[in-house]
């Protein structure tokens, strides 16, 4: 469990840190991360799970 819990705030951590490294960057060609294709793929990684989440409990309730 608390492998677990190290895991999962060790990730938020490092997301937070570059966020907020580039959010100190002036220029936009020196930064790390191009958070509008990150919004957008994270935004379709959720669209795809809830998908995928109302398709299988589709199958265990029936139509």
Not at 8 to 22: K, P
Not at 25 to 30: A, D, M, R
Not at 40 to 51: E, I, R
Request: net charge neutral.
């Amino acid at each position: 469990m608390r492998f677990l819990l190290g895991l999962i705030l060790g990730v938020a951590l490092t997301i937070v840190a570059a966020f907020v490294m580039d959010q100190r960057e002036k220029s936009v060609e020196k930064r790390v991360v191009n958070w509008d294709v990150v919004g957008d793929k994270a935004g379709t990684a959720t669209k795809d799970a809830k998908q995928i989440w109302d398709d299988f409990t589709r199958e265990i309730t029936g139509p």
